[in-house]
């Protein structure tokens, strides 16, 4: 089974500057997906960027960004430029491919909570 | 295009009372999903269905059971609440497909408290 792991429970950045959020995964499989979901206080889950582990170039979505590691199984988000609504909890998550009946769930890593200092 | 609709937003019960969490979608998804967020936890699945009909279970189905009848709705059953359910549960759905641009879509969740 593939687990996601983020091992920083709190991140903190001043408003303006970059923050790199962490996420390992732990996989057989050469195929798969990889996400990062916000969820601020409202709690509705947000997709903020994907990438397909057949691509080598890494997804950019206007101010976040990642650096896939598919060797080291890593996969970190980069906020740029942090603003006030970027306060959230992100959650790192993986998807196989839909080769196979049971393939299709998200496994999650336990978050991250962000904090912006004004 | 309401999205994934989920329904109570609150819900208190008390201990070995039964309900049911709403879910419905109205993008045509084949895809639906329960799952359940613990304080400072990530989302673990609790079960999951690929169409009507066809229905599975994912890492923490006991104590809950589903039923899809239709493409649109996937209730969640839980027929004797314990504290342990105490949590707040999320539906989402998504499109069949080789290369899951959009990921899923989730409904804004159900704070439930079981006392």
């Known amino acids: 089974a593939q687990t996601v792991t983020q091992s920083q429970p709190e991140m903190s950045v001043q408003e303006a500057e970059t923050v790199t959020l962490s996420c390992t995964y732990d996989?057989?499989?050469?195929?798969?997906?990889l996400f990062w979901y916000k969820q601020p206080p409202s709690r509705q889950m947000i997709l903020v960027i994907r990438?397909?582990?057949?691509?080598?170039q890494n997804a950019t979505e206007n101010r976040f960004s990642v650096n896939f590691q598919k060797a080291a199984k890593s996969f970190s988000l980069k906020i740029s430029d942090s603003q006030l609504g970027d306060a959230a909890m992100y959650f790192c998550?993986?998807?196989?491919?839909?080769?196979?009946?049971?393939?299709?769930?998200?496994?999650f890593g336990t978050g991250t909570r962000l904090t912006i200092i004004p | 295009n309401a999205g994934v609709t989920q329904t109570p937003k609150f819900r208190i019960l008390k201990i070995g009372q039964s309900m049911t969490l709403q879910c419905t979608q109205d993008?045509?998804?084949?895809?639906m999903y329960w799952y359940r967020q613990d304080p400072g936890m990530g989302l673990k699945l609790i079960y999951y269905?690929?169409?009507?009909?066809?229905?599975d279970k994912g890492e923490v189905p006991n104590g809950y059971n589903v039923s899809r009848s239709t493409t649109e709705d996937f209730p969640l059953r839980l027929e004797l609440a314990a504290p342990s359910q105490t949590s707040v549960y999320f539906c989402?759905?998504?499109?069949?497909?080789?290369?899951?641009?959009?990921?899923?879509?989730f409904g804004s969740g159900t704070r439930l408290t079981v006392v």
């Open positions: 990438q397909e582990a057949y691509k080598q």
């Open positions: 993008m045509n998804h084949n895809y």
């Open positions: 269905s690929v169409g009507a009909g066809i229905t």
């Open positions: 998550a993986y998807r196989s491919p839909l080769s196979n009946f049971g393939n299709e769930k998200l496994t």
């Open positions: 989402a759905s998504s499109f069949r497909d080789r290369i899951p641009h959009y990921g899923y879509t």
């Open positions: 996989t057989s499989e050469s195929d798969y997906y």
